[in-house]
């Protein structure tokens, strides 16, 4: 398994509760090619990818809307920036700003999560210089021969079982 990133433009109608906590319906998730680092893609190097620019990865929707891996999305957490470990119950307090609350749902080749953040810096960080969400997940990469995936989408790797940590 590999940690990845994704980051998707903020298209929510955010709004500020009375107690100054933020709640949104954010796109959290999508389908389709993207491109990772080939040392975020490959960072053994066992697919000789690791000093490439940039790694093609797949992410077709049998595995983005899988019921195991949308369920992973269930009160993830909402961090500031990615952390440079998975958030647990052991560094919540110190990482956690908020959480998905709601139903995760499909909304076309995309997942709709319902966000709220309850940490007033943060509020305030997205509503200024932090406009953008980007889910840390782990996920099995599978380098296919001939750099293609099964349904025919060109690729040098594509995802599969993916486990979302944060947001």
């Known amino acids: 398994m590999v940690q990845l990133c994704d980051t998707l433009d903020a298209v929510s109608s955010a709004r500020i509760c009375a107690d100054g906590s933020l709640v949104a319906e954010v796109l959290a998730a999508r389908t389709g090619m993207q491109d990772y680092l080939g040392s975020e893609g490959d960072p053994e190097?066992?697919?000789g990818?690791?000093?490439?620019?940039?790694?093609?990865?797949?992410?077709?929707?049998?595995?983005?809307?899988?019921?195991?891996?949308l369920a992973t999305f269930a009160?993830?957490?909402?961090?500031?920036d990615h952390p440079s470990v998975a958030v647990t119950a052991d560094?919540?307090?110190?990482l956690g700003r908020g959480e998905i609350n709601g139903d995760v749902v499909r909304d076309g080749e995309r997942v709709r999560v319902?966000?709220?953040i309850r940490d007033a810096a943060t509020v305030a960080a997205a509503t200024r210089t932090h406009k953008q969400l980007s889910m840390?997940?782990?996920?099995?990469?599978?380098?296919?021969?001939?750099?293609?995936h099964p349904d025919?989408?060109?690729?040098?790797?594509?995802?599969?079982?993916i486990t979302v940590n944060h947001i």
């Open 114 to 116: 319902p966000i709220i």
């Open 91 to 94: 560094n919540w307090r110190q």
């Open 152 to 161: 025919g989408a060109a690729c040098d790797a594509y995802q599969t079982d």
């Open 136 to 148: 840390g997940y782990a996920t099995k990469l599978v380098f296919p021969a001939g750099g293609k």
């Open 45 to 47: 190097n066992e697919h």
């Open 49 to 69: 990818m690791r000093d490439r620019a940039a790694v093609a990865v797949y992410r077709p929707a049998s595995e983005v809307f899988q019921a195991a891996s």
């Open 75 to 80: 009160a993830a957490p909402v961090t500031l």
